[in-house]
C-alpha cells in the first residue's frame, strides 16, 4: 500500500472532529495569508500599523493563539527573507505589525533624490 492509500483508509477510524481538523491542515491557506500580508506590508508607508486577522477573518477573537501564531511567521518571514525589522503588538483593535526600517528601494529612491540635490 502506498503512503497516499495508508492516510486514506486511517480516514475511516477518525472522529467527525479529527476529520474536521485535517481538513484545514497543509492547505497553504496560512502561506497565502502570510504572503497577502508581506505584500501589504511593502505596500504601505514605514510605520504605517498593519492588523492581522485569522484565517477565520477576526481581527481580535477568541482564538488569539492562531493570529498569534500567523504573526510569529509573517514576522519571521520578513525579518530572514527581507532583512527588514518590524514590530508587532496589540492595541483595541486587534493584533498588529509596524514596519520600522526601510525597504532597499526606499533606500535607493533616496540616495537618488540625494544625489540630484547635489547637482
Do not use: W
Not at 33 to 61: A, C, W
Not at 66 to 90: F, N, P, Q, S, V
Amino acid at each position: 500500500m502506498t503512503d497516499s492509500e495508508n492516510f486514506r483508509k486511517s480516514l475511516e477510524y477518525k472522529s467527525d472532529e479529527e476529520l474536521s481538523y485535517l481538513r484545514y491542515r497543509a492547505s497553504g491557506r496560512t502561506t497565502r495569508l502570510i504572503d497577502e500580508f508581506v505584500q501589504d506590508f511593502f505596500n504601505r508607508p514605514m510605520g504605517t500599523k498593519i492588523y492581522i486577522r485569522d484565517h477565520y477573518g477576526f481581527r481580535q477573537s477568541d482564538n488569539d493563539r492562531a493570529t498569534t501564531l500567523l504573526i510569529d511567521k509573517l514576522r519571521a518571514r520578513i525579518e530572514y527573507e527581507h532583512h527588514l525589522e518590524c514590530k508587532t503588538g496589540k492595541d483595541n483593535d486587534g493584533f498588529y505589525i509596524i514596519r520600522e526600517t526601510p525597504t532597499v528601494n526606499e533606500l535607493v529612491l533616496e540616495e537618488i533624490e540625494r544625489r540630484k540635490g547635489n547637482e
